[in-house]
């Protein structure tokens, strides 16, 4: 971190971390945009190029104000309105062993309970993580799927079967491959499936409830493929 222009900004390198839009310095929302190409362009080691970072006139924008705090003498009161809770103090003295964020620590220079000078450090010993960066295990809940995905609502009856069609031992459907009744015509109008899904082998394929065969015709890509009912 370093204290530049009344704020905290990102200062130093990271391994596969690149930085953009407002957490870089820049400003303005055009230099904000295009700082994402320069992201990516750095981390894939492409040539980079400048950007200007013009802000519009000050009649546009809002006049800076000094950052609103609530007054001690209203009682408890907090650095940042994030959920580190870290109370303002009567003394002029930050209480140890918290963790800080960036809003409370420029907060803290604000009041004069922190030098501009130390902002820099105090900011990446009592907020940093203090090691490596490393990816979280945190992996998203399963969605439970429907047996007829949104798109296909209705389109092949109310209560449609999702059956394991194959051909053979190795021969794969993609998702999308329209089903026929094998003694039907095939055009897409009296399609009576489709797969939704590869298999090993085959696919899963929503068929309409009322077709009585058990024997198919997908239309691949490579061509129509008969097909049956997995036992």
């Not at 900004?9 to 055009?30: I, N, P």
């Not at 820099?120 to 998203?140: D, F, H, K, N, Q």
């Not at 194959?166 to 797969?195: Q, W």
């Amino acid at each position: 971190m370093r204290w530049s222009s009344e704020r905290l900004e990102a200062a130093g390198r990271l391994d596969h971390v690149a930085l953009a839009g407002s957490a870089l310095g820049y400003k303005s929302l055009q230099a904000c945009g295009q700082s994402g190409k320069l992201a990516v362009a750095q981390l894939f080691a492409e040539p980079i190029h400048l950007i200007e970072d013009v802000e519009i006139g000050a009649s546009f924008e809002t006049p800076d104000a000094p950052t609103p705090m609530a007054p001690a003498a209203l009682g408890t009161a907090f650095l940042d309105s994030g959920s580190s809770l870290v109370q303002r103090p009567a003394s002029g003295v930050l209480a140890g062993g918290q963790a800080l964020t960036i809003g409370d620590v420029t907060a803290a220079v604000a009041l004069g309970l922190i030098s501009a000078n130390d902002a820099a450090a105090v900011a990446e010993e009592r907020g940093a993580p203090g090691g490596p960066l490393i990816a979280s295990t945190w992996t998203p809940v399963p969605k439970t799927t429907s047996e007829s995905p949104p798109y296909l609502s209705g389109r092949f009856g109310n209560d449609p079967r999702r059956l394991h069609l194959v051909v053979d031992d190795k021969r794969r459907f993609e998702a999308g491959a329209l089903v026929y009744d094998n003694v039907g015509k095939r055009d897409a109008a009296a399609a009576i499936g489709v797969v939704v899904a590869p298999a090993e082998p085959g696919g899963i394929a929503l068929i309409q409830s009322q077709t009585e065969t058990d024997r198919f015709i997908v239309e691949t890509m490579q061509g129509p493929s008969p097909a049956r009912i997995k036992s």
